[in-house]
Every structure is written in C-alpha cells, then in structure tokens.
C-alpha cells in the first residue's frame, strides 16, 4: 500500500502533520534532560511519564503492524520509542539509588512484562478482526493515561495562578497533535486512533484557556516554597513592619535597648575622676595599702 492513499489523501495529511506536531511534543523534554546532565542531578524529576510513553508508543506500534495501512503511526511512535529510551536512560544514569531501582522496576515490569504479556494473549487468544478490536482497546487505554498525564501541571497552574511551568507553544502542539491525530483516525475510519485524541484535544484547549486567564500573572518560584529554603517568619514580619524596612544586628528582642540620658553620663564620669584621684593619694602616702584600691574600673 502506497504512503498517499488516491481514495483519500487526507489520510495521509493528517497523518504527516501529526507526525511533524508529535515529534515537537517528544522532543519538549528535551531542555529538562539537558539541564540533568549538566548537573548531574534528575532534581526530583518522576521517570513514570516517560516508562507510561514508551509503553504507549510500543502498543500503538504493534497495534499499527497487526492493523496494516497505518505507515504514519508507525514512524512517529518509533521515534518515540528511540527519544523515550533515551530519556529513560539519562534519568537512570542521574538519579538516585532508590529512584534508579523504582524505575528499574517500573519498566522491566511495564514496559518488558506487560507488553510480552499483551502480545501473548493477542497471538494466541484473539483470531483476525477480534484481534485488532482488543489490542485497539488497550492502545485507548494506555493513550488516555498518557494523555491525562497534564492534569497535574493544569492542577499546579490553578494552584499557583501561574502558566511558568506550562509552556504556551508546548500547549498549542498538544492541541494541534491531538487535531491531526483525531482527523487522521476519522479519515482512516479507526475509532481507536480516535478516541484518545479527543481527550488529548480537550485537554490541550484546557491548557491554552489557563494560559488566556494566569498569563498576567507574576511569575512562582517554586525556589520559595521548598521548605529548606523558607525564612524565618518572625524575621520577615519584622522587615515588613518597620519604617526603614531594616532589622538591627546586635538588638535582642528578649532584652529592652538600652536608654542613655545625659545626667547619668555626666555622674558618671564625676564618680571615674573621684575614684582616680583617691587612688593617686593612696598611691603617694608614705605607707600605700593595696587594698584600698579596690576593684573600679576606670
């Protein structure tokens, strides 16, 4: 079967831009996975996102090879099968030991004995039509979790009122991905292909209507909210009250500052020069005994 179908070449349209948008929405973790190796940190970065993808793209390869005619749905999950591997394995090389061991553990058991377990039950328990209806139905499966994998972002973004971890264009190709995709399926007539880009549709609008409503507001660190970077409240609130906006060093707020008045100054310099002139008299007498000098300071 040719690539451009001459009953309807919208199949293959829709197909081609929905590789050319799905090759920008793999390849947007990208910077992520440049910054941990760099650091050589995952600074807390989750690897199931990327196991649940690889597994995703792999069904959807199997379930294009068992259908026949879907060539476009097997180039891109390729793809994403080679740049979710790479991710994977960057994120093990850089993370720690008990999440190297987790996602060791997810994927052998997702990605090798799951899948195997698919294929199995596929080739032996389902014959022909039957065959492609249930691996169909577990690529929708699969799909829709991936798919749902922005909730958290949309659910940070409402939390924090800000759009810094959600980028605009990131959202505007989820969106047209799921486009294409969704026509590429109507036009190939398979409600597999379908289905899941619905959802990933109406989660990219979603996502480009939050942009519409937070894009005005400031910016989140996420830096301030880590609670070992926090500072200490009371410090803050006294930085806040005061008039100059600064806390003195060497003040304790457990003992009252000291007041000096010119009257006491003044007494006490009287009593420094009397004390000094007695010990001078003790010190020129004939018989001087030490011990009136005393103890004063001078």
Same mark, same amino acid.
């Given at each position: 079967? !040719?690539?451009?179908?001459? @009953?309807?070449?919208?199949?293959?349209?829709?197909?081609?831009?929905? #590789?050319? +948008?799905?090759?920008? =929405?793999?390849?947007? /973790?990208?910077?992520?996975?440049?910054?941990?190796?760099?650091?050589?940190?995952?600074?807390?970065?989750?690897?199931?996102?990327?196991?649940? +993808?690889?597994?995703?793209?792999?069904?959807?390869?199997?379930?294009?090879? =068992?259908?026949?005619?879907?060539?476009?749905?097997?180039?891109?999950?390729?793809? !994403?099968?080679?740049?979710?591997?790479?991710?994977?394995?960057?994120?093990?090389?850089?993370?720690?030991?008990?999440?190297?061991?987790?996602?060791?553990?997810?994927?052998?058991?997702?990605?090798?004995?799951?899948?195997?377990?698919?294929?199995?039950?596929?080739?032996?328990?389902?014959k022909g039509s039957n065959r492609v209806q249930l691996l169909g139905w577990i690529s929708v499966v699969f799909a829709t979790s991936v798919f749902a994998a922005p909730l958290s972002i949309i659910r940070q973004v409402i939390r924090t009122k800000s759009v810094e971890f959600m980028p605009f264009y990131l959202s505007v190709m989820l969106t047209l991905s799921a486009i294409m995709w969704?026509?590429? !399926?109507?036009?190939?007539? @398979?409600?597999?292909?379908?289905?899941?880009? =619905?959802?990933?549709?109406?989660?990219?609008?979603?996502?480009?209507?939050?942009?519409?409503?937070?894009?005005?507001?400031?910016?989140?660190?996420? @830096?301030?909210?880590? /609670?070992?970077?926090?500072?200490?409240?009371?410090?803050?609130?006294?930085?806040?009250? +005061?008039? @100059?906006?600064?806390?003195?060093?060497?003040?304790?707020?457990?003992?009252?500052? %000291?007041?000096?008045?010119?009257?006491?100054? !003044?007494?006490?310099?009287?009593? %420094?020069?009397? %004390?000094?002139?007695?010990?001078?008299?003790?010190?020129?007498?004939?018989?001087?005994?030490? #011990?009136?000098?005393?103890?004063?300071?001078?």
């Open positions: 079967m !040719g690539l451009i179908s001459a @009953d309807n070449p919208w199949v293959f349209i829709s197909g081609l831009l929905g #590789n050319i +948008s799905s090759l920008v =929405v793999f390849l947007a /973790p990208l910077p992520t996975f440049i910054r941990v190796c760099k650091k050589k940190s995952t600074e807390g970065f989750q690897s199931i996102p990327y196991v649940v +993808s690889l597994f995703s793209a792999m069904l959807w390869i199997y379930y294009a090879y =068992v259908k026949t005619g879907a060539f476009l749905l097997i180039t891109i999950n390729s793809f !994403g099968c080679v740049i979710e591997t790479l991710y994977i394995a960057l994120y093990i090389t850089y993370a720690p030991k008990e999440a190297r061991i987790f996602t060791l553990r997810i994927l052998l058991l997702l990605d090798f004995g799951v899948f195997c377990a698919i294929l199995l039950i596929t080739h032996f328990l389902a969704l026509l590429y !399926g109507i036009f190939l007539k @398979d409600l597999y292909i379908a289905i899941p880009n =619905v959802l990933g549709f109406i989660f990219g609008m979603l996502q480009m209507v939050l942009h519409a409503v937070y894009r005005k507001h400031k910016t989140v660190s996420e @830096d301030v909210k880590l /609670p070992e970077h926090c500072v200490d409240v009371t410090n803050v609130s006294t930085v806040t009250d +005061s008039d @100059d906006h600064r806390v003195p060093e060497t003040v304790s707020s457990s003992e009252p500052p %000291q007041v000096h008045d010119h009257r006491t100054i !003044g007494m006490t310099c009287k009593s %420094q020069n009397y %004390q000094r002139d007695q010990r001078e008299k003790i010190m020129d007498s004939p018989n001087p005994n030490p #011990n009136l000098l005393g103890t004063c300071e001078a």
